[in-house]
């Protein structure tokens, strides 16, 4: 930390790395092995000290012995810098409590028409986000294009964008009616030109690539062939994308496993920001976060941060099927759910 990070040619500065066990708890006195992707740059002293040699930005990555590695994004902006200035100590740089709030989402279903809040108590959900004071929300992109499918779902999502609140809409394949879905190679991206159409790129924080795809490896072919089409449709809506909404962020499908993401590769070229999944199962909001990175890595070669669009608490702690991670009360849920989003924050995951 801190991630990112801008610096002056010619002023140095102390980068901080920590390092965490599997329980989220730091290991004192870790050497760090320090690191410039690009030492045309910047420069990086064996302490983490880093100096701005010319204008752009470059990776600082500092690794532990057994090969854990964490980065930084610094830019040498070739003027003066807009870090705060170096702590000491256990002090902490701080960061605007705007940033902060604006990093904070919240999932919806707002295709589920049967289930309460969406069904039936529509305002008091929309009016409950708005309170609250979510920036935006995570939802399913409409796969169907036809018009008069759309029109409810979109009716509701232009409600969210008249509260204020943006949209990361998870992307899947366009439904054209007919039992006919796009297939291989994925260039009718008519969903995503209905997204647009309907919202308008301002209303849109995100595209989110295709949600866990090794979950549902049966939808790209299975395995080994999902890994291969995935990553096909992941490059097609990400150029798609930015052709019709340049300025919406794009960020990468999701698998559940470091098995998943072998199949999928590298997807760094198509993406903005990887996207985890790291529920903490019932320990420390921070317990899984570390090590999903890093069993994901091989999805993000090219270190563009992280996004997480999924985490949380399950509260049926006597349930006795269908648990696939242990539930806890919901006053320990209340307590977790707003520690989760500080510590997330704190850890560089910038939504």
């Keep these: 930390s801190p991630n990112p990070a801008k610096i002056a040619s010619g002023k140095p500065f102390q980068l901080a790395g920590v390092a965490y066990n599997a329980k989220g708890s730091p290991i004192p006195n870790t050497k760090l092995t320090w690191k410039s992707t690009n030492s045309a740059v910047l420069t990086v002293s064996s302490s983490g000290v880093v100096s701005g040699v010319a204008k752009g930005s470059a990776n600082v990555e500092a690794a532990a012995a057994n090969g854990k590695m964490a980065w930084s994004t ?54 409950s986000l708005k309170a609250a004071g979510f920036r935006w929300v995570r939802d399913g992109l409409f796969q169907d294009t036809n018009v008069g499918s759309n029109d409810r779902f979109y009716g509701v999502m232009n409600q969210v964008k008249a509260a204020g609140i943006k949209m990361v809409l998870v992307t899947q394949p366009a439904y054209l009616g007919n039992n006919q879905f796009v297939t291989a190679p994925y260039s009718n991206q008519s969903n995503l030109d209905t997204a647009v159409n309907r919202l308008g790129a301002g209303a849109i924080l995100a595209f989110e690539g295709p949600n866990e795809v090794d979950n549902n490896n049966y939808n790209w072919g299975g395995i080994p062939a999902f890994g291969a089409a995935a990553k096909q449709y992941q490059a097609a809506m990400y150029q798609h994308a930015k052709q019709i909404a340049p300025g919406v962020t794009v960020i990468g499908l999701t698998v559940t496993s470091a098995y998943g993401a072998g199949f999928v590769g590298d997807i760094s070229a198509y993406m903005d920001a990887g996207t985890l999944h790291p529920y903490p199962s019932a320990q420390v909001p921070t317990a899984y976060l570390a090590s999903t990175e890093n069993a994901l890595s091989v999805l993000n070669g090219a270190h563009k941060g992280w996004w997480v669009t999924e985490t949380g608490y399950y509260t049926a702690p006597n349930a006795t099927q269908n648990v696939y991670q242990p539930g806890v009360s919901e006053a320990a849920q209340a307590k977790y759910a707003p520690r989760l989003y500080l510590d997330y924050f704190n850890a560089g995951i910038s939504h």
């Design 74 to 127: 610094v830019t040498d902006t070739g003027g003066v810098a807009t870090l705060p200035p170096p702590v000491s100590g256990n002090g902490v740089a701080a960061v605007s409590a705007d940033k902060f709030v604006g990093s904070i989402g919240i999932g919806t279903h707002f295709s589920y028409w049967d289930l309460l809040p969406y069904g039936n108590n529509l305002s008091s959900t929309l009016a």
